[in-house]
């Protein structure tokens, strides 16, 4: 079996509102479906604890949500981005190409560049 | 952005209490079902597919948890589960709820009540804008007595030599009580006359003040110089709405102000009542109009030997108190050369807040302290008791605390639900003391009526008022949670459940036994004070007033406010004299300037021919102008020399009448008959000394008699005159023909007031009012305070006996004698009272202390009052520890011992 990783703070966040930008309206099984499938299975991360970040989400007013049919037929919530979720991924993709460019910096840092 | 939008959606959510808990439900049920077909498509069985949908959804509840807490506030919602825990709990025991909410309330309402009195007397600021920059000028004299007054020229130099420190300077001049007469003026619309009281105000006065008219307008800045030139006049809110129904239609409506015509131009704003806290400026007028007092006379405005003019300033922007003194300082060393004024001193400003303009000591710091410390107590006595019942409870709840902590609620969640019940209950008991706490006032302002003065009693509910009282209850919810809550947090856990509720006498009932010493020491620090009021009270009445107030009616009238010449007025007087004489059942009639103990008593500065006053010495005496038989109306024995005759007129010889502590005073025991006084101002007539008369009392019930001397009214006319009638048996009964009489020689003539001297004496200002009031007022205190105490013993013995009942029916099978047994349960309630009494009576001496500049005729230690409250609150106490020990012990031993 393979490792997996556990999901950093505020990512989970990040990845609902770039699958929401990408896909459009979805519903919370659909959302997970989706996560797991881009990350390939590597993340370990319960589906169920989608479900308070997605309501913390619509809360700030970056998702709005409302009720509507599911593949099966049957009644589901479904989510999708408002116009400050958009404004709010691309500042958020920003910050974290940011953080990973200089992350990524030190850790191709060698004992010489500093001499 | 994002964090206050959430905030608010959660605080939302938290107050609606809207959970969506469907919303979340249905949403996880659609989502396993989604799992479980895209499992079942993968190839697992059906309960197979179900199993790994839930379990790769995650724990349940966690998730369900941190749905809720996002979805609101968790400090808010436990909250407000703690107040609905609370309100369940209440509500399952209503007797406990009453008893401690109505217990509270009285505590509470006793403070809110006094604190109002105090609030209106001390702090309340006038209605005006920034009254804090409102100072008012003075010389002042000794530490509490100033001098207010100035003359019209001073008032202007003053205007235009402080422009730096004061945005503003106005002056007034308090309608009638410059006067000799201290009444108010009559206004006089439609042919109805009633007095007011007016103020005369200089042009920027209500500009000064920054307010509104609420109607029409104010005194205009170019009004006021010309005397007599400006016939305007402005009503209060007050005098509008109970006069004239607060018909608008008055504005530019002819009126007479004492006969002399003038025209209503505004109303004055709601609340507002002139410059002084507690007297209701009926009437304004511009400052020049007061020529209607001295008929025609302008000596106020531009004399400088004549002050009468009160100064108001408003500090300028960036100035404060210390700034503006030190420049009037030097302002008033050249006011001293220019306009020299007897005495010492310089000028100053001083801050137009209560007391305001009163001259001489102020008692009302001293008193408010006093009182809100009784209340203070009543207040602790209410809390002992609620925090007694509570503990009481928390003791019968301890095993359910107990199963609750074993199930894993967590101590402070324990502690949090008590809270939540406390808080609860004192919130309902400030509601419902601050309803109790305006019946109080309501009764207070109504026993404030027999004054002349439009005295406003009123204790409107304020902001500062509420705050009050919502940190007493906030108080009140610490001391009454406090001790439940230690409690539970002292319990041991695995001791309660195991002792099965039983054996919990032991620290409870410790502290419940502290708490009532504290009661009864409280209660008995109270009623000594009520007992020291009270016996005040008596003594006061006791007090030889030098006349006899039996059998006298007054009626207070002033022709000169219907504009009558002091000719036609004199006349009027005359014939209702005489006719009044011959009345059925009227022993003697007279007249006279001022009712003893009425709201003023004019005195005079005297010259004695050969007598050079010693420095810092003041030769004044009170005076009053009588009637022939004024003294055999009031019962005041002439004891040396004569009455004043009818023969004594205007054109004869000026004479006087003064009374022994004059003659002792000034005269020294020598025979002052035929010896003569001035009075300063009137240079031009000596009196003559005709007689001496008894020492009577003229300005309190309780000060030394200061010197007094009497001139007749025929040499001193004044319009107006109070005509007292001896009769046999009530006097009641001649007062519609008096008043028949006065319709009938002036028809339009108000009658200011009609009253029976012995009713003048009990609520007259220089009277009993006081006395009565400070009487009531600790004797209902004194009383609450009793009551609470007596509860909480009898509770506290109650619950402590009954803890010992099994123990007690042991003893009494075992052959325990009944007497034995009622000492030996009702000794440690014994203990414990005397152990509060020894302690009251600490406090009631460093108590009577603070009292005993209140008090007249008996020391702070009066030994009657202390050996009465002893002896009663000892019966009292006694007999709550009794009535349930002799309960307990009457019980019969075969029931006691299955107790439980």
């Known amino acids: ?115 | 952005m994002r964090t206050p939008r959430r905030f608010f959606a959660r605080l939302l959510n938290s107050v609606t209490r809207r959970r969506d808990n469907e919303r979340l439900r249905e949403e996880i049920e659609e989502h396993l079902a989604l799992q479980t077909a895209d499992n079942l498509r993968a190839g697992l069985s059906p309960s197979e597919a179900r199993r790994q949908a839930v379990l790769r959804f995650g724990a349940m509840e966690t998730i369900k948890e941190e749905y809720w807490s996002e979805r609101g506030l968790v400090f808010i919602e436990t909250l407000l589960q703690d107040l609905r825990f609370g309100w369940r709990s209440l509500h399952r025991s209503p007797g406990f709820t009453a008893a401690a909410v109505a217990t509270l309330a009285l505590g509470i309402g006793a403070n809110t009540a006094i604190f109002s009195m105090v609030d209106t007397l001390l702090i309340r600021p006038l209605p005006v804008q920034h009254p804090l920059d409102l100072t008012f000028l003075v010389f002042p004299r000794d530490a509490s007595h100033f001098d207010p007054e100035f003359s019209g020229p001073e008032f202007r130099q003053l205007q235009d030599q402080t422009r730096g420190v004061f945005s503003n300077v106005n002056a007034m001049i308090l309608g009638g009580l410059s006067g000799p007469t201290g009444r108010a003026d009559g206004l006089t619309v439609d042919a109805i006359t009633q007095p007011a009281q007016t103020l005369f105000v200089s042009g920027e006065f209500f500009q000064m003040l920054g307010i509104r008219p609420s109607l029409g307008r104010f005194i205009l800045p170019s009004e006021g110089n010309i005397p007599g030139g400006d016939p305007v006049v402005v009503l209060s809110y007050r005098y509008w709405k109970t006069r004239f129904r607060g018909d608008p239609g008055i504005l530019g409506r002819a009126a007479y102000v004492n006969g002399r015509p003038v025209t209503i131009v505004g109303i004055a704003p709601k609340g507002f009542l002139g410059p002084t806290p507690l007297v209701d400026m009926e009437a304004y007028l511009p400052l020049s109009m007061m020529t209607v007092e001295t008929a025609g006379n302008a000596d106020f405005l531009t004399a400088i030997g004549t002050r009468q003019l009160l100064i108001l300033a408003r500090l300028a922007p960036g100035v404060n108190m210390e700034r503006a003194n030190v420049a009037l300082a030097s302002l008033g060393q050249q006011f001293a050369k220019q306009y020299p004024r007897p005495g010492e001193g310089t000028l100053q400003a001083r801050p137009l807040r209560p007391p305001g303009l009163m001259n001489g000591p102020n008692p009302l710091p001293a008193l408010a302290g006093l009182f809100l410390t009784l209340a203070g107590m009543v207040f602790a006595l209410a809390c002992l008791n609620v925090a007694n019942l509570c503990l009481v409870r928390a003791t019968d709840r301890q095993r359910e605390m107990a199963v609750r902590a074993a199930l894993g609620g967590s101590r402070i969640r324990l502690i949090r639900h008590l809270l939540g019940e406390t808080i609860l209950l004192t919130q309902f008991s400030a509601a419902a003391g601050i309803v109790a706490a305006s019946f109080a006032l309501q009764a207070v302002s109504s026993a404030v009526t027999a004054t002349d003065l439009p005295i406003v009693f009123e204790f409107p509910f304020n902001f500062r008022v509420f705050l009050y009282t919502l940190g007493v209850a906030v108080l009140a919810a610490a001391v009454v949670g406090v001790f439940p809550a230690l409690r539970i947090s002292w319990g041991n856990l695995n001791n309660i459940l195991h002792e099965g509720g039983r054996n919990l006498t032991g620290r409870g009932q410790r502290t419940r036994s502290v708490l009532v010493a504290v009661q009864v020491a409280s209660s008995f620090a109270l009623l000594i004070v009520a007992g020291l009021f009270v016996r005040s009270l008596q003594s006061a009445q006791h007090s030889d007033l030098g006349f006899d107030p039996m059998h006298v009616l007054n009626v207070a009238l002033d022709p000169g406010e219907i504009g009558y010449s002091q000719i036609q007025a004199t006349d009027f007087y005359r014939q209702l004299l005489s006719r009044t004489r011959v009345l059925p059942r009227v022993q003697s009639a007279g007249l006279a300037l001022t009712v003893p103990l009425g709201d003023n008593t004019p005195s005079s500065e005297i010259m004695i021919p050969g007598r050079v006053p010693q420095r810092g010495e003041e030769l004044r005496a009170n005076f009053n102008a009588v009637s022939p038989d004024y003294f055999t109306t009031m019962s005041i024995a002439v004891l040396r020399g004569r009455d004043f005759l009818e023969s004594d007129t205007e054109s004869s010889s000026r004479v006087a009448v003064i009374n022994e502590a004059m003659a002792q005073r000034f005269w020294h025991g020598l025979n002052p008959l035929g010896r003569s006084f001035k009075r300063n101002g009137d240079a031009q007539h000596t009196l003559e000394i005709i007689g001496v008369v008894r020492n009577s009392r003229a300005e309190d019930v309780y000060s030394p008699i200061s010197p007094g001397f009497y001139v007749p009214l025929s040499q001193a006319y004044t319009s107006a005159q109070t005509l007292h009638v001896r009769t046999a048996g009530p006097p009641q009964a001649i007062t519609s023909m008096v008043l028949a009489m006065v319709r009938e020689l002036a028809p339009t003539t108000p009658v200011l007031s009609v009253r029976t001297m012995t009713d003048a004496v009990r609520n007259g200002p220089g009277g009993l009012l006081l006395f009565n009031l400070g009487a009531k007022l600790t004797a209902a205190l004194g009383f609450l305070g009793l009551m609470l105490a007596v509860v909480g013993i009898y509770g506290v013995m109650t619950y402590a006996i009954g803890q010992r009942t099994q123990e007690i029916g042991v003893r009494m099978a075992l052959g325990a004698q009944r007497r034995t047994i009622l000492w030996m349960v009702s000794r440690q309630g014994l203990v414990i009272v005397g152990t509060g009494l020894a302690i009251g009576l600490v406090i009631a001496i460093g108590v009577g202390r603070l009292v005993a500049e209140f008090l007249v005729g008996i020391g702070p230690a009066d030994p009657l009052t202390y050996t009465i409250v002893f002896i009663l609150l000892c019966f009292i106490a006694s007999a709550a520890c009794f009535v349930p020990a002799r309960r307990a012990v009457q019980v019969e031993p075969t029931v006691a011992l299955r107790y439980e």
């Open chain 1, 1 to 115: 079996m393979r490792h997996k990783i556990d999901v950093q703070q505020g990512t989970l966040a990040l990845m609902i509102l770039k699958t929401l930008d990408v896909l459009g309206p979805l519903h919370g099984y659909g959302i997970a479906r989706r996560i797991e499938q881009i990350s390939g299975d590597l993340l370990a991360v319960n589906q169920g604890s989608l479900y308070p970040v997605l309501l913390r989400l619509e809360q700030e007013g970056a998702i709005a949500s409302e009720w509507g049919p599911s593949d099966s037929n049957r009644r589901a919530r479904f989510y999708r981005l408002t116009r400050a979720g958009h404004k709010l991924l691309l500042a958020e993709t920003r910050d974290w190409e940011q953080t990973t460019s200089i992350i990524g910096r030190f850790f191709q840092v060698k004992a010489k560049d500093f001499s």
